[in-house]
């Protein structure tokens, strides 16, 4: 099976990877395309493929036992309903640069936040960190059960995708991205752009939405003419996606203050908040990924997707 334009699900048996797989095959059906489950394998298999090789030892199995394949056969025959097509592939090499390989042209690589190796504090996993830093494709984060148990916001069931925009900066392919999955889980995109404002000695409701009002303005603050001028800037920049899309509906919200923090508390409310990887221009060949994209894979108490730059001209 080419992993053209499918879903890829990354697992390595921990229920953190199963949770992926679930979303995995539920993106595949959305977006009527094909689901490649994918396994790297670990060391002491590589291993032994290796010297099996190397030995051309004809009394030895030619294959190390997989309980990961068996036991994702066996879920997957469960499953209530299954993408057109369904293929699982045993990879070698380093997790990372394997999955970074599979998923050249996917249209998305799904994985947990965590694998097997990871402690039970820890927020993100190395190996997922590398391969949303690094894939040529979309990465989908879905996090680990501790992170979305506090996702208990106002509004749980909302199916909503939030994207995270930075109207100058942002690529196409992430707004693209973005109304793509909108329209397939046929729901509202939430727009949030963030914009800076002065120093000033107001407290602000923690909210991931909330504005200064005028009354609520020290003197000589400038807020409000910075939230008119950012929704004028996101409506501008969103006109032509919404033209491709009319049948997304779209909200937009300027928020003043830092941009990771509002996602992360949009993302206890959305079924999927979107974010570019880094600036287009300053790190499109650099393997760092930006800040805002950093925080929110760490701290996102839902799924999380990392867009690249797909196109020469975004």
């Known amino acids: 099976m080419s992993s053209k334009a499918l879903v890829i699900a990354a697992?390595?048996?921990?229920?953190?990877?199963?949770?992926?797989?679930?979303?995995?095959?539920?993106?595949?059906?959305?977006?009527?395309?094909?689901?490649?489950?994918a396994h790297v394998l670990p060391d002491a298999s590589q291993l032994y493929t290796a010297r099996r090789q190397a030995l051309s030892d004809p009394a030895a199995p030619e294959t190390y036992a997989d309980p990961v394949a068996e036991r994702i056969r066996h879920l997957l025959a469960e499953a209530p309903e299954?993408?057109?097509?369904?293929?699982?592939?045993?990879?070698?090499?380093?997790?990372?640069?394997?999955?970074?390989?599979?998923?050249?042209?996917?249209?998305?690589?799904?994985?947990?936040?965590?694998?097997?190796g990871g402690f039970k504090a820890l927020l993100l996993g190395s190996n997922s960190h590398a391969v949303a830093a690094t894939a040529r494709c979309p990465v989908v984060v879905v996090p680990h059960v501790e992170r979305n148990a506090e996702a208990a916001g106002p509004d749980p069931?909302?199916?909503?995708?939030?994207?995270?925009?930075?109207?100058?900066?942002?690529?196409?392919?992430?707004?693209?991205?973005?109304?793509?999955?909108?329209a397939a889980r046929g729901t509202t995109v939430q727009v949030v752009s963030a914009y800076a404002i002065p120093p000033t000695p107001l407290v602000m409701v923690d909210t991931p939405f909330a504005v200064l009002t005028p009354e609520g303005l020290a003197d000589g603050a400038d807020a409000v003419p910075a939230e008119r001028e950012?929704?004028?800037?996101?409506?501008?920049?969103?006109?032509?996606?919404?033209?491709?899309?009319?049948?997304?509906?779209v909200v937009q919200a300027a928020v003043p203050g830092d941009a990771a923090g509002r996602l992360v508390e949009a993302s206890r409310a959305a079924a999927l908040v979107v974010v570019g990887r880094h600036h287009p221009r300053r790190t499109v060949r650099n393997v760092a990924i930006g800040s805002v994209a950093h925080a929110v894979l760490h701290h996102a108490h839902g799924p999380v997707a990392v867009v690249p730059t797909l196109s020469d001209d975004s």
């Open 11 to 37: 697992v390595d048996g921990s229920d953190h990877s199963l949770r992926a797989l679930e979303w995995a095959r539920q993106a595949a059906l959305r977006h009527a395309t094909g689901l490649l489950v």
């Open 82 to 116: 299954l993408p057109r097509e369904v293929h699982y592939e045993a990879l070698t090499g380093s997790v990372p640069e394997a999955l970074r390989v599979i998923g050249s042209e996917a249209r998305m690589l799904v994985m947990g936040s965590r694998g097997r």
């Open 157 to 182: 069931s909302a199916d909503r995708v939030v994207l995270g925009l930075h109207t100058a900066e942002t690529p196409d392919d992430v707004l693209d991205f973005a109304f793509t999955e909108a």
């Open 230 to 249: 950012m929704l004028r800037a996101q409506t501008e920049r969103l006109a032509p996606f919404r033209e491709r899309r009319p049948g997304v509906p």
